[in-house]
């Protein structure tokens, strides 16, 4: 259960919210949940030791959820919080919010009858809606106190989990349970008791149609202003990698921000290719941060650990490594500190995918005015020859594989070119990075990097720009120039931890052969004949698919607790 685990409940009445309620309300107790909100058709739920802020609407017709910061990067202050919440919640109205503000926050308006549903446009907090009784409830998390209250159709959705199973990994927008509603990043949802209507007011695909013709953002003035509103005056177990996006969040902060670091925390295993300790500790030295070193050896991976990473609306892909989520929870919990803070996301927001297709874009966007020079320094870039029959099969292929895409962001990409729509969709997987994982129980795990301001100023530019020189993230690498340090800035390689992975998967193959073979997707014959042969030593170290495999696991511990969840439901 996340740390910013809440649940909303809205009435058609208050007697229908009252008798959902009354019967339960003793059951929340005992496990540890208050009531945060009381008014006589909205009430909101968390444990209370959660790490959310809820704010009622002044005339009890809605909520805030989380934290909502203005266009400036001020916490925006309780009574605005409040007044946010009385006005009607239209697709106007939503546009207006979502223009205006950005935060980790779900906005609810209660109008008429209709329950409306914003989700901020970062995707931070989990949001999945149902009715049952009267009532429309809507959840960040799914811990097993809120079942009583869960649809009486619920089922597991098995042509879900088969997509999940063939394509490991990646995260689908679709939850595999049926019976659930779970709302997009930046889409509003609006539910009566007959309908249920989606809109997606915010889009990658719109904010870059915007910036096109207009100045490009001053990237290092959004980052800055956005790592500092999300840390506030909170401490913070920071991730320091080593590599260039959390050496760029590392350098966002304050100094006096910094001065309430509880720590910094690199992770490093002996493979030379592996340790990243000398860039890390390069990060932190400027500032004199002490840089926190743990060393990795093996996977500690049982039915236990996986199974506490099952509780969730959908597999916890997000909890692949379990032994780093492990040691950074325990950090937060020993140090006092709010939560952590990662590089996550820079990736994909600052474009780090070597491709052919940033030669498409500039072809695209320019047309006859097109430079020669971006395509010779994509070849020299990518160490391959950019010639217009090889560019042309490079985005047929491109076309081929959005035909797997999943997610309600890349349902409209007209006029974007063929390098950022794959930005976009990079971005959509990296909603699995705003999941619940074990690191986030006992504090939130921020991604300032996935933040609103700081996806719009990647996607507001061009590919072009944005790898301008012929460089991953030469645009990000060119505005933090003068704060990070020469080790970080110079590199042009990254850390490589495969090798490693696939030893420790490999040792733990006897307990993954029994787990999978013998559980649940094997029982649904969604585990191939000829899955044994993957599951060797040799498979793992020189093959690689030690990811998949991890990531299979949590999808059988995920289908073993839901199917034992639905069972004791219907005893």
Sequence with gaps: ????????????????????????????????????????????????????????????????????????GRAVAARERGVLGCRRLDPDRARSVCANYWGRYLLVRRADGDVAILRDPSGALECVVWRKGGVTLI???????????????????????????????????ALPLSGLQTVAAGELRTIRVDTNHGEQIWSPAEVYRRGRGRPAPDLRAVVQQTVRSLAGDRAWVVEVSGGLDSAIVAASLSADQRERVAAWVNHYVDQ?????????????????????????????????????????????????????????????????????????????????????????????????????????????????????????????????DRKGWDHPWLDDLKGVPPAKALQISVLAFCQSFQAEAVRSRLGPCINPLLSQPVMEAGLAMSTVDLTWGGRDRSAARAAFRDVLPHLIFDRRSKGEL??????????????????????????????????????????????????????????????????????????
Excluded at 148 to 160: T, Y
């Design 1 to 72: 259960m996340a740390a910013d685990t809440a649940l909303i409940l809205v009435g058609d009445n208050p007697a229908a919210l009252d008798a959902l309620v009354a019967p339960f309300s003793r059951r929340l107790a005992r496990a540890g949940w208050s009531r945060r909100s009381a008014d006589p058709f909205v009430r909101v739920y968390s444990p209370t030791a959660a790490r959310v802020e809820v704010t009622p609407a002044l005339d009890g017709h809605g909520v805030l959820i989380g934290d909502i910061y203005d266009s400036e």
């Design 498 to 571: 495969s090798a490693y992975y696939g030893e420790a998967v490999a040792g733990r193959l006897g307990f993954l052969r029994d787990y999978l073979l013998g559980g649940a997707l094997a029982e649904a014959g969604l585990i191939r004949l000829d899955f044994d042969d993957q599951l060797s030593r040799d498979a793992m170290v020189w093959k690689g698919g030690h990811s998949e495999l991890l990531t299979l696991a949590l999808i059988e511990a995920w289908v073993r607790r839901w199917k034992a969840r639905l069972a004791a439901l219907r005893p």
């Design 272 to 400: 030379p290719e592996g340790d990243e300790r000398p860039y890390a500790r390069a990060v932190v030295a400027p500032f004199g941060g002490v840089l926190t070193e743990v060393r990795r050896d093996g996977l500690g991976l049982d039915g236990r650990r996986l199974a506490q990473s099952a509780n969730g609306f959908r597999p916890a892909i997000n909890d692949i490594d379990p032994d780093y989520n492990a040691d950074i929870a325990k950090r937060i919990e020993a140090t006092g500190a709010w939560g952590s803070l990662t590089g996550q996301g820079g990736d994909a927001v600052f474009f780090q995918m070597p491709t052919l297709l940033v030669g498409v874009d500039e072809l695209c966007e320019r047309g006859l005015q097109a430079r020669g020079a971006v395509i010779h320094r994509l070849a020299r870039w990518l160490r391959k020859p950019a010639w217009p029959t090889v560019l042309g099969q490079s985005w047929h292929e491109h076309l081929k």
């Design 139 to 173: 959840a960040t998390g799914c811990a097993d106190v809120i079942d009583p209250w869960l649809p009486e159709d619920l089922a597991i959705d098995w042509d879900e989990v088969v997509a999940m199973v063939r394509r490991p990994g990646e995260h689908r927008h």
